[in-house]
């Protein structure tokens, strides 16, 4: 199924063209539950590509969203979390935990006795999942994926892309793991930033000056991600050298959106006009809107992937259930104030007029 572009309209080519795209749009993978089968087959109909956010999902349930969109479309991608996680101090962890004792609380959330969970995010099922279900597109975000299953995922058909924050990156992505295409993302895209040493998050270089920088040292096909939410800022990216642009918050509070009514309630509210790369949330740099979460506990929390997150998230859960929008995390790119409650179709063909 692919999208009619009308006169005047970007076009794809590379890698998206072979699979049938007519837009170079991709719509981005938001863990959590944004970016499901409904938004992937939107974008579709848009004539882009859209990615499942395996992240935070059991294979079973994986498994479940890969079914629901083949029946809408054959041209769709799939982005996992990869290993290593970044292991939190237990003394710090114990710490932050005490502080978050009586917010959790005032949710109903005990917290007492909080312990650091590490999990690798069901990894080496979800590849092998994705290895048999043959899926067009497969990317990683985090970490790098083997050589080893990089050549499993493209021995069934499968194009690997690969997230990468800054030149190093892509030449050590390149080198070590050997994607097909690389999302090159820069500071100012929202929610977690996919910078391979969270110790360090990535400089505040501008999109299309990144997106120079990385094919200065790769022939890899680049996507660019950051921050995208306007036809002109789409444009430029594929003037600087980028195949495609992909396109995140921009969709967040469209209705095949799956972020809850809180999230898109406080995306649209016009007094919040701040992001900030945090790491309260997550344990890792991610990009958020600035609520009473971020102003209490930033300065405060410590580097530690997935601890912090399994740690917060049911205070977050909590809070998005009681309409609280000053206990979640309102993950947002800098291109936060041009998104809008129409259908991703409608944002993804302007957004494509270029």
Known sequence: MSGTAGPGSLAAHGVLAT?????PLVAAPMAGGPSGPPLVAAAARAGATGFLAGGYLTPDALAAQVAETRRSTERFGVNLFAP????????????YASQLADLAASFGVDLDGAEPREDDDHWRAKIDLLVDLAVPLVSFTFGLPSAADVEALRAVGTTVVQTVTSPDEAARAEREAGPDVLVVQSSEAGGHSGTLDPARPPASTGL???VAAVRAVTDLPVWAAGGLATPGAVRAVLEAGAEAAVVGTVLLRAPESGANATYKAALADPARTTTVVTRAFSGRPARALVNGFVERFDADAPAGYPALHHLTSPIRRAAAAAGDPEAIN?????????????????VLRRLAAG
Request: overall charge negative.
């Open 19 to 23: 699979l049938g795209a007519d837009a």
């Open 84 to 95: 290593p996680a970044v292991p939190v101090d237990p003394a710090a962890f114990r710490a």
């Open 208 to 210: 299309t000056d990144l």
């Open 330 to 346: 309102i993950w947002a790119g800098t291109g936060h104030a041009h998104g809008t409650d129409e259908p991703a179709e409608v």
